[in-house]
């Protein structure tokens, strides 16, 4: 009986001690600048999101510049109100065709976006641009970012080798995939539509009523890991009850 009520105790100590590291695992990486792709495919029209979860070290964001690859020519940001939105630009060696009968001679370096008021620390912010993708299946396309803050900076620049661990401050990338038919993924962009197109700034006020839908919504990772929690307090209840038990017998 002993030697079952201590295996019991270690396999509970053990499944707690797990869901610990994936849950702090999750939290770490979800604290990074990040980018999320409408479609990652090779010589498709894509809508890449950056995420900027938070500060520096507690102090506000002030602007964050994002460096395109050398693959990328052209890109349409989304104007966000909260922010002044810059394109640096960089001279061709040689013009390249932009597919409507002209050519390109310059390309877009680096986007930056100052903001007009500090973004606190507590609250995240998007950036969208819109973007031609090369047609190289398979290319991972980096896109080093540097945020500054009122105090300091944080340079999400970092690349890790292939096979490596993620390094503390990952530069946002992503992978492209097989083409999608002749469509090759998103439509293409109409003269129209070369404009900056406007992204609703950030309410602070609402920020916390957002954040409460959000964990109300029934979102399957959310309930994946309250029942990963509640197996776990469980446990705890069942060897609590066995130790009684046998007190009583």
């Not at 030697?3 to 270690?10: E, F, K, M, P, V």
């Not at 500054?148 to 620049?157: N, Q």
């Not at 954040?211 to 979102?219: C, H, I, L, V």
């Not at 029942?227 to 066995?242: C, K, P, Q, R």
Request: charged share 20%; with cysteine; hydrophobic share 40%.
């Amino acid at each position: 009986m002993r030697s079952a009520l201590r295996n019991t105790l270690r396999a509970t100590a053990v499944s707690t001690a797990a869901l610990g590291l994936v849950l702090l695992g999750a939290g770490a990486a979800s604290a990074h600048v990040t980018v999320t792709p409408s479609t990652t495919a090779a010589g498709s029209y894509t809508v890449l999101t950056f995420s900027v979860p938070h500060g520096c070290d507690g102090s506000a964001t002030t602007s964050i510049a994002i460096s395109m690859p050398e693959e990328i020519i052209a890109v349409t940001p989304t104007v966000n109100q909260g922010w002044d939105v810059e394109k640096k630009m960089e001279k061709l060696d040689t013009p390249v065709d932009d597919g409507h009968g002209g050519q390109y001679t310059e390309r877009v370096d680096q986007i930056v976006y100052t903001a007009k008021t500090p973004l606190p620390d507590a609250l995240r912010d998007t950036f969208e641009l819109s973007l031609k993708l090369p047609e190289k299946e398979g290319a991972k396309l980096v896109f080093p970012a540097v945020q500054k803050c009122e105090k300091g900076e944080t340079p999400w620049t970092e690349v890790a080798a292939d096979g490596a661990e993620e390094p503390e401050h990952p530069a946002p990338f992503i992978v492209l995939t097989a083409a999608e038919g002749e469509g090759h993924g998103a439509a293409e962009p109409t003269p129209s539509e070369t404009a900056m197109s406007v992204a609703p700034a950030i309410d602070p006020s609402r920020a916390a009523s957002d954040s409460a839908a959000s964990s109300d919504s029934g979102d399957p990772g959310v309930v994946g890991w309250a029942g990963l929690v509640l197996g776990a307090i469980g446990a705890v209840a069942g060897v609590t009850a066995l130790m009684r038990g046998r007190k009583t017998s």
